[in-house]
């Protein structure tokens, strides 16, 4: 499946014809499901819950709840929730009708839905790296609601990824995703200048001129970096999942029952379009009628 070679174009490809982005080559569909929709409740529980938290035990009450939404942090948290939110919507129609609603969705949308899955794989691991390697102070474990919180958002957030990582089917992202990567991360650093601008403080000191000066460009420019290089990390780790599993060890993966449904020319236009014949000829069982 491939996205264009643009940044703005979307392919004129058939859009994910072995069901990559609801399959596992480990967990059936459902158990997929049930994985995603489960990290999805646990994410918005916690936000949740420390937006509450923050609006009763705060000193400035209800303010320090609506400062969350200017933390590089909690944004992620929140596009994670999304992310599994709607992985999850998809993978049960996909279980239940052998069809995503994915696939149903404009070609615009497709796209939009591929680079919603490169940041999530992405992003928390840049927050886990500046969080612990930069911004963590210490002290936060003697007192269990930080404790809680930080281990949420700082350690689980990146468990997360790896999930997606390496129990999904997804192909290794378009290299044209790096770009829209580094879109997100200049309007995020707006984000923290307006913050400054309209509330008087900056999410991260790093980002302050008073107090860094001239290094604020060192910091924007590193971190930039390292999302690339991230991005590479990732990238190899989702290619060696799908060589590890699919080309040494020949797990297509677990498909629904209508998988095996799929006439000749769509298994032929599959196999040309990914380039992998392993998955896109799944073996039939007689006995049950779908591919094992």
């Known amino acids: 499946?491939?996205?264009?070679?643009?940044?703005?174009?979307?392919?004129?490809?058939?859009?994910?014809?072995?069901?990559?982005?609801?399959?596992?080559?480990?967990l059936s569909p459902w158990a997929l499901f049930f994985c995603r929709a489960l990290f999805?409740?646990?994410?918005?529980?916690?936000?949740?819950?420390?937006?509450?938290?923050?609006?009763?035990?705060?000193?400035?009450?209800?303010?320090?709840?609506?400062?969350?939404?200017?933390?590089?942090?909690?944004?992620?948290?929140?596009?994670?929730?999304?992310?599994?939110?709607?992985?999850?919507?998809?993978?049960?129609?996909?279980?239940?009708?052998?069809?995503?609603?994915?696939?149903?969705?404009?070609?615009?949308?497709?796209?939009?839905?591929?680079?919603?899955?490169?940041?999530?794989?992405?992003?928390?691991?840049?927050?886990?790296?500046v969080f612990w390697g930069r911004l963590y102070s210490g002290h936060w474990f003697t007192v269990e609601f930080e404790g809680w919180s930080n281990i949420s958002q700082h350690a689980m957030n990146s468990v997360f990824a790896l999930f997606e990582i390496v129990v999904a089917r997804t192909n290794p992202p378009p290299a044209i995703h790096m770009l829209w990567l580094i879109v997100v991360l200049a309007l995020y650093l707006s984000l923290a200048y307006i913050t400054d601008a309209t509330k008087g403080f900056y999410p991260y000191d790093f980002l302050d001129p008073a107090k860094q000066h001239a290094f604020v460009a060192a910091y924007v420019?590193?971190?930039?970096?390292?999302?690339?290089?991230?991005?590479?990390?990732?990238?190899g780790l989702v290619w060696l999942r799908r060589y590890i599993t699919e080309t040494k060890l020949g797990l297509d993966g677990k498909f629904a029952h209508a998988r095996a449904q799929l006439s000749d020319p769509d298994i032929e236009m599959a196999k040309h379009t990914e380039l992998l014949p392993r998955e896109s000829m799944p073996r039939q069982s007689m006995q049950q009628g779908r591919p094992v």
């Open 40 to 129: 999805s409740l646990y994410i918005f529980t916690t936000l949740v819950f420390i937006l509450a938290w923050y609006c009763i035990t705060g000193a400035t009450r209800c303010t320090a709840s609506q400062n969350q939404f200017s933390y590089f942090t909690s944004l992620t948290y929140w596009g994670l929730g999304f992310y599994f939110l709607a992985a999850a919507i998809h993978t049960f129609t996909y279980a239940r009708s052998g069809t995503a609603l994915l696939d149903r969705f404009p070609r615009p949308l497709q796209a939009l839905h591929s680079a919603f899955y490169t940041t999530i794989i992405v992003y928390p691991f840049v927050v886990t790296i």
């Open 221 to 235: 420019f590193g971190i930039a970096v390292g999302c690339l290089i991230l991005f590479g990390v990732a990238w």
């Open 1 to 26: 499946m491939a996205i264009g070679r643009g940044p703005f174009a979307f392919g004129t490809d058939i859009w994910d014809p072995s069901h990559r982005f609801e399959t596992s080559w480990l």
